[in-house]
């Protein structure tokens, strides 16, 4: 079956624009992850939705992103007033989380944002 | 909070050598520990998982142990080849959204 997909791969945008990246993750996983990854560091969590709400959001840098799964399947993050620290691979995750323990997360290839 | 950590930040060894990658990490209550692949420009590809009551999982030419007390976690490639280089990445789950990643160690097989 499909895997985790993101749109789009690349995105170029100047400062101060607003941009929006998509996730879709595997179909019937009702968790869904958000993650940012800098070069050469390891992927930080952002936020978590459990069904179509944000069960933790406490990753979000700041009041410029924003992330939503309206359906509890696509979900968007959004980031406005972009900053040239916003630059980075954006990484989204599913999984079933049936038993944490066991639960394995699926990733996405990921959406490289460069803020010119 | 957690910090995870992996030594070395990069290896290059000859094909067919055996290798193992370091993690450690400093708080041990953990539900368990993943071993991710990342190839550039690629998301990450899930290796091993071990839970907390485990004390290894073995994959193919690949083998994970955990020593949750001490907070370590090791990653062993027998006969490494040439396709197995790639970024690894350790991370440590702690609930059902936190999965924090270490830096991870760039791997370089020769042919």
């Known amino acids: 079956g499909a895997g985790v997909s993101q749109t789009p791969s690349n995105k170029v945008t100047e400062k101060g624009k607003y941009v929006e990246l998509r996730c879709d993750p595997i179909?019937?996983?009702?968790?869904l992850y958000w993650y940012r990854q800098s070069l050469g560091q390891g992927p930080e969590f952002l936020i978590y939705f459990q069904g179509t709400g944000a069960a933790d959001d406490s990753g979000l840098p700041n009041d410029r992103f924003f992330a939503v799964r309206p359906e509890g399947s696509v979900s968007t993050l959004k980031i406005q007033r972009t900053e040239r620290g916003d630059s980075a691979v954006y990484l989204c995750a599913s999984s079933l989380l049936v038993d944490v323990s066991t639960d394995t997360q699926y990733f996405g290839p990921g959406t490289r944002l460069t803020v010119l | 909070k957690q910090e995870v950590t992996q030594i070395p930040a990069a290896l290059s060894v000859p094909e067919g050598e055996n290798l193992v990658l370091n993690c450690s990490f400093t708080d041990s209550a953990i539900y368990n520990l993943q071993w991710f692949r990342q190839d550039p420009g690629k998301g990450l590809t899930s290796l091993l998982l071990i839970q907390s009551s485990q004390r290894e999982q073995t994959s193919g030419r690949l083998n994970a142990s955990l020593d949750k007390s001490s907070g370590r976690s090791t990653l062993y490639i027998a006969a490494s080849q040439p396709g197995d280089s790639a970024t690894y990445l350790c991370?440590?789950?702690?609930?059902?959204?936190?999965?924090?990643f270490g830096t991870g160690t760039r791997l370089t097989v020769i042919p």
């Open positions: 179909s019937g996983h009702t968790a």
């Open positions: 991370a440590v789950r702690t609930g059902a959204n936190n999965l924090f």
